[in-house]
């Protein structure tokens, strides 16, 4: 399989597609800088797919957006911050009236139009504003790098990054690009798509296929980071391939669908990390790999017990090489492993120091370990020492951020 | 049923018992003014039961006390804090030899002797400084009531506040007194038995009847409380019963037991209530009510989403009436109701505010809510409307706290 290459453009950068992003005023508080209206269009209806929140509470746009993604096609993604149109007065009516706005703009039928909020629950959207916007916003796409910049500044909420990537690889011959935009930073649980991620490719796929594809990469991406337990009410990720990329169409399993699916992978991987590393209020992005698993499964489910845990997260905010909370995560995860032969180290770019052996402590240097700790990319490294099931992988990684005063004082007063 | 009635005691209200707590120096840092090691003890063995963690990784102690405590027989319980002896070199060993400093001292079995510890996972425990404070520990056993202070004062950790309280209710016809210590602020979920305590009982009661009430207290209070979603790997709760009340004993179900495992609940959710408020950081107690619902268990897994949410939790710290994260951490929970049934109120002292009606949000007065939120008992009243399944229970209280920087502050730095 060739290498993927990262490259400039997000969503734009896959053949076929624009992208825009304007301020529509969508919260009356927020400044004109603040862009808050954001649309992807491909030159033509595209083989589509696309995952959503498991919660209960679905907010209108989800609802109105899986029942469009489920014929398998879509030309556009309308999204807006500031409001999740969720749990609010006419929330379906304005979901319905924000498709229709960009689809009479774009001149397509309504049902090509997937739409995506994010924002406060419970309060009106102010869908005149939204309205008013889109003649701009379809008036001002683009295929140059700042239009996927504006599209993934449009949806950032309490985000302080933006999150933008694209990469390519070669698939029969051609060059595939995929390139995706997504926010994040609170209500982030490993639970299915938890964000709006919108990702494009040129990449000639079947529409069942490209369902596979981005099941398998979203289980392997955002489904494995936790900012703070909460899953939310507008989770939506949705990729559209355009099929310009003159490879020959990916139409079942093969070399072909796993050099897509692994590029695919990797970019959600990066969004998903760059999320992590994003959490409210978060001073470090935490990766805790858990090894020498019996399989996979088990391996996922400790290491999302143990970046979820908000004891673990205090520690690393508090630069405290308190492994036995890591322990104490793993036991309550709900697998069943052998404690004693169980060891733990903590890693970065500062030095590696082992804490645990066998269960038991290890005496370390605890300069060394706050030296290790005070680096903002820090690795929990798990190893159960259990004997792999024959076929299974052993193995799984999963990322998270630490518990900080600045969370606390986000969620404190998010709606002023 | 005779009503309940708070007495003073706690642990030594019931007749037979006595307790004491002194400074071992269990931590070596800590000052001599912190008692860290607690006995309570009966005259004569006592039927007993005792609930612990499900967490997969088991302190020592707790093994050897659920081994002991399987025979339904015990006559004292020795506890520490300062160190949890979970993952410890010689843990099993220094759990033994804890209880028998005890057994020795008392001149009883030492499998009459339960042992329990708390504070940090993973370092040896100063065993010597326990055994060398075990003749003044026994040697100050005593039934006041400064001795049930001093014990449940030494099973303090980051429990800024003492947890200890008894009752008194007639059953055939003879005063039964239930009293109880307790620790838990951090490292607190509602997955049995999340914490230390201690019940002692006059009332005469079978074994298996005393398991069964007990169980059942636990599930209506220990387990409906939490703080921060982690389940420790010490959590026990024993309670002996000295069988001295005089009453008729308690054999079979009836209204005697039924008497008896409502005051127990009583008392038990009163320790519990006090360890939510009491939660690390904690400046509001949280208590979440789900009325109108199928059933119990439906309405219990609800209100512990809610209470356990770190954006509901961070909401009450802001006094930020944002109810939507209320709908979307009932929408987590895992149980399906209908989102366009629900209604949500907030109340505190200072009074109520209803802020979603049917699942769609009302117009109220931001500056009552404040108000009504500023209060340091804030309720979250949910109904979800449906119609009740024959014969079950519509309705379930739990409680929590709220997130704030002191959690984080405390926890970020627990270990200096």
Same mark, same amino acid.
């Given at each position: 399989m060739k290498p993927v290459k990262w490259i400039d453009g997000g969503v734009i950068a896959p053949v076929?597609?624009?992208?825009? %992003?304007?301020?529509?005023?969508?919260?009356?508080?927020?400044p004109e800088s603040k862009l808050d209206v954001a649309l992807v269009a491909?030159?033509? *209806?595209?083989?589509?797919?696309?995952?959503?929140?498991?919660?209960?509470? =679905?907010?209108? *746009?989800?609802?109105?957006?899986?029942?469009?993604?489920?014929?398998?096609e879509l030309q556009a993604v309308i999204l807006n911050s500031g409001n999740a149109n969720a749990c609010a007065p006419n929330d379906m009516a304005n979901a319905v009236k924000?498709?229709?706005a960009a689809a009479a703009e774009l001149g397509i039928a309504p049902?090509?139009? %997937?739409?995506?909020?994010?924002?406060i629950i419970g309060q009106e959207l102010n869908i005149g504003a939204v309205e008013?916007?889109? +003649?701009?916003? !379809?008036?001002?796409?683009?295929?140059? =790098?700042?239009?996927?910049?504006?599209?993934?500044?449009? !949806?950032?909420?309490?985000?302080?990054?933006?999150?933008?990537?694209?990469?390519?690889?070669?698939?029969?011959?051609?060059?595939? =690009? !995929?390139?995706?935009?997504? #926010?994040?930073?609170?209500?982030?649980h490993p639970n299915m798509g938890t964000l709006l991620s919108v990702i494009t490719t040129d990449c000639a796929i079947s529409r069942e296929m490209l369902d596979n594809a981005l099941r398998l990469a979203v289980r392997e991406s955002f489904n494995r980071i936790s900012v703070d337990g909460d899953t939310s009410t507008n989770d939506t990720c949705v990729i559209l391939a355009s099929g310009l990329a003159g490879n020959v169409e990916i139409t079942g399993a093969g070399d072909d669908f796993?050099?897509?699916?692994?590029?695919?992978?990797?970019?959600?991987?990066?969004?998903?990390?760059?999320?992590?590393?994003?959490?409210?209020?978060?001073?470090?992005?935490?990766?805790?790999?858990?090894?020498?698993?019996?399989?996979? *499964?088990?391996?996922?489910?400790?290491? =999302?017990?143990?970046?979820?845990?908000?004891?673990?997260?205090?520690?690393?905010?508090g630069r405290d090489a308190n492994w036995g909370r890591v322990l104490c995560a793993m036991g309550y995860?709900?697998?069943?492993?052998? +404690?004693?032969?169980?060891?733990?180290?903590?890693?970065? #770019?500062?030095?590696?120091?082992?804490?645990? #052996?066998?269960?038991?402590g290890l005496a370390f240097d605890e300069e060394l370990a706050k030296t290790v700790l005070t680096e903002h990319d820090i690795e929990i490294l798990i190893s159960l020492n259990e004997e792999t099931e024959p076929g299974a992988f052993p193995w799984c990684m999963c990322w998270g951020c630490d518990l900080t005063y600045d969370y606390v004082k986000i969620n404190g007063d998010y709606r002023t």
């Open positions: 076929g597609f624009r992208a825009n %992003g304007v301020h529509a005023g969508v919260k009356g508080s927020s491909a030159d033509k *209806p595209c083989n589509a797919a696309a995952v959503f929140t498991q919660n209960a509470v =679905k907010a209108a *746009p989800v609802k109105l957006s899986q029942e469009r993604a489920a014929n398998g924000m498709g229709d049902e090509l139009v %997937g739409v995506c909020s994010t924002g008013r916007a889109v +003649p701009q916003l !379809i008036g001002g796409l683009g295929s140059a =790098k700042e239009h996927s910049v504006r599209a993934a500044d449009a !949806i950032m909420t309490t985000d302080t990054v933006r999150k933008e990537f694209a990469l390519e690889r070669e698939i029969s011959g051609r060059i595939v =690009k !995929i390139g995706g935009i997504a #926010k994040g930073s609170g209500m982030i796993n050099a897509f699916d692994d590029a695919l992978c990797t970019l959600c991987a990066k969004l998903a990390i760059a999320m992590a590393s994003d959490g409210e209020g978060a001073t470090h992005l935490i990766t805790c790999v858990v090894s020498e698993a019996a399989n996979e *499964p088990k391996a996922e489910r400790i290491a =999302k017990s143990v970046i979820a845990s908000s004891l673990v997260k205090s520690m690393i905010f995860s709900g697998e069943t492993f052998d +404690p004693e032969r169980v060891d733990v180290t903590f890693r970065s #770019k500062a030095g590696e120091i082992a804490v645990c #052996k066998n269960g038991r």
